[in-house]
């Protein structure tokens, strides 16, 4: 025999068989594909990975300086106010004779103007205060706070970069009102309140401040606390306070009224 077997197949060499219609050309093993497949899908994984951590780092990024430009748009000056986002004051159009604006040295209208080294948001409680006695007292608009800053400035009514207490007096003097120094007595301050006289107060540390600041009582309300108006604070402007309590953080005050 010429060993071909029942099928008329010669075997192979290697002891296997295969159909005559094969093609060696045809053939390609199945772990060729697996192969290539792996080295398509590697570099397509790495490049999904590199950009979901580039688009991480810019989400974190974006959200720093977001963070970091609002606390430098919000930071409080050293008056425990924002320049930029300061409360409104009274509008001028609304100043009375007889009634105590609510006027604010951090308000945008001027918070940024210069005063005693800084700003008038820093620096400006004392002629704030002023200001506010002096509406109520004329119903004059000539002396905003940004006004009433430079007539401190030009008076020498600034010590460093704190206001004189002279501007109390002498200062509101020279804008034609007449000043009295109050004693630390509750019921002087509510004479003087009732009579529709401004009072101002130097405080010391408190409910008001760390170190100095000027504030406004402007009369009583229906329970006989006091009405306040803080340069410095919208929140302690909006409630009534305790006479007493205020009393034993003043360290100077002052009753004004028309000449």
């Given at each position: ?6 099928a ?177 007595s ?53 409630r ?20």
């Open positions: 025999m010429d060993g071909r077997n029942l008329g197949e010669r075997p192979c060499e290697t002891g296997g068989c295969r159909p005559r219609s094969f093609s060696r050309d045809a053939y390609v093993p199945r772990r060729r594909f697996v192969f290539r497949r792996r080295n398509v899908r590697k570099p397509l994984l790495l490049a999904a990975t590199v950009l979901a951590g580039l688009l991480a780092l810019a989400l974190v990024g974006w959200w720093a300086w977001s963070s970091l430009a609002a606390v430098v748009d919000e930071a409080p000056t050293s008056s425990g106010l924002s320049a930029k986002q300061g409360p409104s004051s009274t509008p001028v159009s609304e100043w009375r004779r007889g009634e105590v604006p609510c006027l604010y040295q951090a308000d945008p209208a001027w918070a940024g103007k210069p005063y005693a080294g800084g700003t008038i948001a820093e620096n400006g409680c004392g002629p704030t205060c002023l200001a506010m006695a002096y509406v109520c007292l004329t119903g004059s608009t000539d002396y905003d706070p940004a006004a009433l800053c430079a007539f401190a400035e030009q008076g020498g009514y600034v010590d460093g970069s704190d206001t004189s207490w002279l501007l109390m007096s002498d200062g509101a003097r020279q804008l034609g009102l007449s000043s009295e120094q109050l004693p630390a509750a019921d002087a301050v509510r004479s003087a309140l009732a009579a529709g006289e401004p009072v101002i107060c130097s405080m010391g540390p408190g409910d008001f401040t760390t170190a100095g600041h000027f504030i406004v009582l402007a009369g009583l309300d229906d329970s006989g606390n006091v009405i306040v108006r803080d340069p410095n604070s919208a929140e302690r402007t909006a009534s306070w305790d006479v007493d309590t205020l009393l034993s953080q003043c360290r100077n005050l002052w009753a004004l009224s028309a000449a």
